[in-house]
């Protein structure tokens, strides 16, 4: 069994245990604590590692990076 579907059964186990709107919502906390905590060990790698810093993170906040909407081609 992958690792991949073990994580899936202990989803599965975790979610069967909600009761109610407030433990799913404590659920969903978790889960995004869980991802929030991954991601800022990886900026804090690529940071110490030099590959980001201030100017980047400034550029960041510049970038706009929605793709335009063209209404023409998406006509019906």
């Keep these: 069994m992958s690792y991949n579907q073990l994580a899936q059964l202990e ?3 975790a ?3 909600i ?3 407030s433990e ?3 659920f969903r906390d978790l889960l995004a604590h869980y991802f929030a905590q ?3 060990k990886a900026i804090d790698t690529l940071w110490d590692n030099g590959v980001i810093n201030e ?3 400034e550029a960041w906040g510049e970038e706009h990076m ?3 909407y063209r209404y023409e081609e ?3």
């Design 11 to 13: 989803l599965m186990n």
């Design 15 to 17: 979610i069967n245990s």
């Design 19 to 21: 009761n109610s709107e």
């Design 24 to 26: 799913l919502q404590e």
């Design 38 to 40: 991954k991601a800022q």
């Design 55 to 57: 100017d980047t993170i």
């Design 66 to 68: 929605r793709t335009p």
């Design 74 to 76: 998406n006509r019906s």
